[in-house]
């Protein structure tokens, strides 16, 4: 028998199309016996249509209905006709007619379902990814791929419009660790060598600069082997950009037009701009964090000067050693129970803060926790603070970072506890003027902030060498809602500039020549200036799509533990392959 071929999908029908003769195909969604009568909804990637088999269908009918269930694959020709008054459904598009069913065709069988489709989203993840065939059928999935779909068909289309080149990069390289460390692959064709896939496209994009060809962008897997923490995956995406003889402006411009060409394509959302910016320095001020969520006011203060004349020994030895106290006022918060400070203090905890001092304000002053400290300078905390009557005062004294951080997540958690997040809401930011380069405590070092590649401001070159935690580097990270959304920066073009980099982090030329020598060779031939920036795609569509992991925006994620539980990857392999490659396994004892 000729297979019955759709001639329309499961969203399609309406009134219009009443009287007509159709052929629809997909999966049952739910199938139901009234008295003799067998609705079917019929389910597709474009809706779900009613089909109905009538009591004065043939029997043949009739047995093949009743043989239908849940997710059998099914073809049904019939004839569009519109429901009784007493069955309408307005909440379907397709709520006012019906198909009557005149021939059924089941295409394939369905075995006993792990969990519901419509109830898929109850089921625990790893039962979801180990069925994510079945997941992927659930409407609210198929709308989040059709929205990363939409993403990245507006990205290309914004940058095509601006002249850029999307151009790709390879994934299989030589072993460059930016950061992370590198997946190793074995050259089975160049025994005892390996490539790396990239942790991001950095240095084939810098050479595109080179090259002369401008203005480049890519939709980019990148891959970096790292443990398993928070919502990481072992490969994700970034839209991937760099351009020649542009500054930083120009490079935060077109993100911003392209972040606001995506939301309206998308979403039909207008963002307000520009996007507001905030040094490094201010953002931790104000928010404790390089990544502020803005959506909510509540800020950071400075008490240093002030906690330092107070008799508090626990703030002002921090003071005398050069550490600062942090504040925040909670407007109206004074109700704030012992059990709920702990629980802030919890938060503080995580980012290294010793503890969270508090204090009430009331109408004559301080009162309660740390108060009795502050008599004498009640004054000068309450107009510091522009606090009133009712307020909660929350303290943190610690090295700058720390109190910072500590107090940042503290504000964090009550923008969730108070409700002062808009869930709906988008914000965008800029963090700019980050420090070029940070302290690791450990190997007692300097480490680049972002990457070795960036520039440092104009003004710190010649005497970067000096002070080196001074340094600002010409670098800057995008942030919506609180997430970093991406990182970039001006590159360094200038051999010379590069080499002092390579001193102050400990990098000797034989080592940088060793793993970035192609790169750095590039530069010896006319090197224009460029910059560029890396957003990650996952957590914009998770951000869009109001997820709150990238598993739930990336077709075919890793669970937590690394592991693709569908196909069961990672996988041992024969021996067969190993002696292709040339590898013997030397695993630990297992125990
Ligand atoms: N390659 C950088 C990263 O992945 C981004 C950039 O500087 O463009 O973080």
Redesign the pocket.
Known sequence: MERMKRTVTCGELGIASIGSKVILNGWVHRSRDHGGIQFINLRDRYGITQVVVDEHASDQLKAKAELLRFEYCIAVEGTVRARPDSMINTDMPTGKIEVSAERIEILSTCEVLPFMIDEASDAREDIRLKYRFLDLRTPWMQKKVALRHNVTRAVREFFSDQDFYEIETPTLIRSTP?GARDMLVPARINPGKFYALP????LF?QILMVSGLDKYFQIAR?YRDEDARGDRQLEFT?I???MSFISRDDILDVIEGMTCQVFEKTMGCVLPRPFKRFSYREAMETYGTDKPDVRFELRLSDLTETAGKSGFRAFSSVVEAGGSVKALRVPKCAHYSRKMVEDLEGAAKIYGAKGLAWMKVTGEGLDGGVAKFFTDLKDEIISTLEAGPEDLILMVADEWTTACTALGAVRNKLGTDLGLIDDKEFTFCWVIDFPLFEWNKEEEKWDPM??MF?MPQERFIETMEENPGEVIGDLYDFVCNGYEL????IRIHIPDIQKKIFRIIGFSEEEAMRRFGFLLNSFKYGAPPHG???LGLDRLVMIMAGEKTIREVIPFPKNTAGVSPMEDSPSTVEDEQLRELHLKLDLPEEG
Do not use: F, N, R, Y
């Open positions: 930016e942790q991001s496209p950095q994009k990148c970034q991937d950009l760099e972002h990457h960036s991406g990182s970039g920066s560029g920036i890396a």
